[in-house]
């Protein structure tokens, strides 16, 4: 059977034996093994199985099943879409239910049958098929936020406020740094309100000359100054019934902001060296890096179309701070790029994951797009690095949750100690734990040593 490298099959087993067998005969799939926890956790990232076939018994205790369990929570928080397919010996009914109540696809019993599990695996990756498909058109159906990628919470929540507000004719401010994709969310206003049919006309206040702003905006009549040799209409006019994005609004000049509030108050203009009021009805987006509140008080902002400008305020957080999004977006870039250019990538190494989660991207989504298609360019193998991409590479950056959990309960009991003076049943009480709890945490986490003879 010719081997189908789109399908990429995960099998975690330590018995090096069944192991061999079962990649021998799965070979007609991209196969990918691993002995433990830990190379599984590399292996998913890296290689993003559609399918996963894993043992329960797992080193550093074969026997059990508390690091298979824990191998199982993991792979669906980092790869949810995945089908996962459990192992486990005959005598473990029980274990195998709560390994389905867990998440699991399937379970199979020992000892292995290959063929039998061969038809399991083979509807496994016939689910996986079809499930991504219906994702793909309930996408397709209903593109809202076209060109947002994001699973992070907070990123969600400010969607359903552009959902919510793009129906309306309120006054939109798109508050965040540089490279945060304030267009996108300044065209998914547009997209999902009632003036889809008419234009989006984006301008960068940034770029414009101060002496061609008022122009560029409001349009000009014949003759109204040397070169005009014919009446040209500006943007506002050209946007009529559709959506003017206004971008850095903080560095349009003065003057300019008395005429754009008199348009958002009257709805209409007069073009440059003309005498006749035109009405029109288009709505205005801003968006700015700056503080305007600032502005205002050093008198480089007008206060009144502040409040007309502001009636809906957007914060987009910064790349750093939306969880998992800097690996989802550096993949997404990068197929995309490898895709238009035809170019042989596979994906990410682990070296340039970690050094994507790592690193804090002051320039945002702009500069991750940059070193994505710069390492595409530079890139001699199948998976990006970290030094193809231009960063340090951060080996020893925690993934784990395990590890991470670990550290925030740590982080937690120290700050609760400082927070209390030490007095360990203030403490247990803030913490919701009882004192003996307390206790156990402070001795799993080496704390009691050094604050033995402070505690009450």
């Known amino acids: 059977m010719q081997k189908n490298i789109t399908q990429t099959l995960l099998i975690v087993e330590d018995d090096i ?3 061999t067998q079962l990649k021998w005969h799965f070979s007609n799939y991209n196969v990918v093994v691993a002995a433990n926890v830990n190379d599984a956790i590399t292996a998913i990232r890296l290689h993003e199985p559609q399918v996963m076939v894993q043992d329960l018994g797992l080193p550093p205790e074969p026997d059990g099943v508390i690091q298979g369990f824990e191998l199982l929570q993991q792979s669906l928080r980092i790869h949810p879409h995945m089908k996962l397919i459990v192992m486990t010996g005959n005598d473990c009914n029980e274990h195998a239910l709560k390994a389905v109540s867990l998440g699991a696809y399937d379970f199979y019993s020992k000892p292995a049958n290959p063929e039998t599990l061969e038809l399991i695996v083979q509807r496994a990756f016939h689910m996986h098929q079809l499930e991504s498909k219906n994702r793909a058109f309930n996408l397709s159906k209903s593109s809202n936020l076209e060109g947002l990628i994001t699973t992070d919470d907070k990123m969600l929540k400010l969607c359903k406020l552009i959902e919510k507000v793009a129906p309306t004719n309120a006054a939109c401010l ?4 540089s490279g945060t994709g304030k267009e996108v ?3 998914a206003l547009h997209t999902l309100s009632t003036r889809n049919e008419y234009p989006f ?9 101060e002496n061609l702003f008022e122009s560029e905006l409001f349009g000009y009549e014949k003759g109204a100054f040397t070169g005009a040799v014919k009446s040209t209409p500006g943007k506002f006019e050209l946007a009529n019934g559709g959506t003017v994005f206004l971008d850095e609004i903080g560095e349009m000049p003065l003057q300019l902001q008395a005429k754009l509030l008199r348009f958002l108050q009257e709805k209409v203009i007069e073009r440059i060296g003309g005498r006749k009021l035109i009405h029109l009805d288009t709505r205005i987006v801003c968006a700015t890096n700056r503080n305007l509140e600032d502005m205002m008080a050093n008198a480089a902002f007008r206060e009144d179309l502040y409040y007309r400008i502001a009636e809906i305020q957007i914060e987009i957080p910064p790349l750093r701070d939306r969880s998992s999004d800097k690996t989802l977006l550096a993949r997404y870039l990068l197929k995309k790029y490898a895709q238009k250019e035809h170019l042989n990538i596979v994906g990410l190494s682990e070296d340039a994951i970690n ?3 790592e690193y804090s991207w ?3 989504i702009r500069e991750l797009s940059n070193k994505v298609t710069r390492a595409a360019i530079m890139c001699e193998d199948k998976y990006i690095s970290a030094e193809d991409l231009g960063l340090k590479s951060a080996e020893n950056i925690h993934l784990n949750l395990k590890v991470i ?3 925030a309960e740590k982080d937690a009991l120290k700050t609760t100690l400082s927070a209390t ?8 009480k803030l913490l919701g734990v009882t004192r003996p709890t307390l206790y156990d945490l402070m001795k799993k986490h080496n704390l009691d040593a050094s604050l033995k003879t402070n505690l009450i």
């Not at 798109?174 to 740094?177: I, K, P, R, V, Y």
């Not at 006309?201 to 000359?209: K, R, Y």
Request: charged share 15%; glycine share 12%.
């Open 362 to 364: 002051p320039g945002n």
């Open 421 to 428: 003076g030490n007095n360990i049943s203030a403490a247990a």
């Open 17 to 19: 034996g069944l192991q």
């Open 405 to 407: 959990r670990e550290s």
């Open 185 to 187: 969310l300044a065209k």
């Open 201 to 209: 006309v984006a301008i960068n206040c940034a770029a414009l000359p």
């Open 174 to 177: 798109l508050l965040g740094e």
């Open 355 to 357: 050094a994507i989660e």
